[in-house]
């Protein structure tokens, strides 16, 4: 999400709830105006719909993953990897 502040703070949420610094799962990035969330060892359990807001504004974005077998070992990725929150 780009901000018109390199100060504004941004929270995060998954279908509505608040997610917290400090879960290994889940990186909160910033550069400049750019704010992105990264989801680390993806799994079905992180589908859901992604909010990230700053105030009354919004982006909000529904991850799908999907799995599939390499190697005797079943992985799981976004359904579209190129793009992040």
């Not at 780009?2 to 509505?16: C, L, M, P, R």
Request: aromatic share 8%.
């Amino acid at each position: 999400m780009e901000v018109s502040s390199e100060n504004a703070k941004v929270t995060w949420h998954k279908d509505g709830e608040e997610l917290q610094p400090g879960d290994d799962r889940f990186d909160f990035e910033k550069e400049g105006n750019i704010h992105k969330l990264l989801i680390r060892a993806v799994s079905v359990h992180d589908e859901g719909e992604y909010t990230c807001a700053l105030g009354e504004q919004e982006c909000t974005a529904e991850v799908t993953v999907v799995g599939k077998h390499r190697n005797n070992k079943m992985e799981y990725f976004p359904a579209n990897s190129n793009e992040m929150l």
